[in-house]
């Protein structure tokens, strides 16, 4: 799947107990593979994205209003916020 700066090679989604729900992204994106994980509840709060790359580089993002990409229960929702955000 194309995004805007990259492309999506995986998406898998682990759900939790009471509405946690993690995605585990592959993404080749700036000449780099980058895995994303992005952790929250499908029902309330905000979204973290915690990101690695190849070369060792990590970094977190707090996505404080997660429903303006749209629900967080779907794989749609990582597409909406990696072509409107990268």
Same mark, same amino acid.
């Given at each position: 799947? &194309? *995004? %805007? $700066? $990259? !492309? +999506?090679r995986r998406i898998e989604r682990v759900p939790g107990a009471g509405g946690h729900v993690d995605y585990h992204v @592959? +993404?080749? %994106? @700036? $000449? =780099?593979?980058? !895995? =994303? *994980?992005f952790s929250g509840n499908i029902f309330v709060g905000p979204v973290v994205l915690t990101g690695t790359d190849e070369r060792g580089g990590r970094w977190d993002e707090v996505i404080d &209003?997660? !429903? !303006?990409y749209g629900e967080f229960a779907t794989a749609d929702w990582i597409s909406r916020f990696l072509d409107r955000r990268h």
């Open positions: 799947m &194309e *995004v %805007a $700066g $990259g !492309r +999506v @592959d +993404v080749h %994106a @700036d $000449g =780099l593979s980058k !895995r =994303l *994980v &209003e997660p !429903r !303006r």
